[in-house]
Structure formats: C-alpha cells, structure tokens
C-alpha cells in the first residue's frame, strides 16, 4: 500500500493535525523500535538544519 502524503488546509487545522498523525503512524507502524528512532532522528535533524539556516538569514 502506497501512503500519500496528506494535503494540509492553508490555516493548519485540528483536522491537518489528525491527517499528519495517522500518515506517520502508517508509515512507522512496521518499523522497529531501532529504526522508527533513526526515521524520527533523521526527520527532526532536517527540521533543526532548515530553522539554523532560516535564523541565519
């Protein structure tokens, strides 16, 4: 089964919020506890790299 990456309302809603939690669940659900880390690890490292270079700005 293929997971679409969900379509986010241009306000962020309680119901985007919804939307984000099932599709990481879906993505995550088979993962170990090892690699659910690494994915999530990875994820938030991306995250901290973009809010350096948008502080350095």
Not at 17 to 28: F, G, S, V
């Amino acid at each position: 089964m293929i997971i679409e990456k969900p379509v986010l309302s241009p306000d962020f809603t309680i119901e985007d919020i919804h939307k984000l939690r099932e599709y990481n669940y879906e993505i995550t659900k088979h993962m170990t506890d090892k690699e659910r880390m690494d994915y999530y690890n990875k994820r938030g490292r991306e995250v901290q790299k973009k809010l350096e270079e948008m502080k350095a700005l």
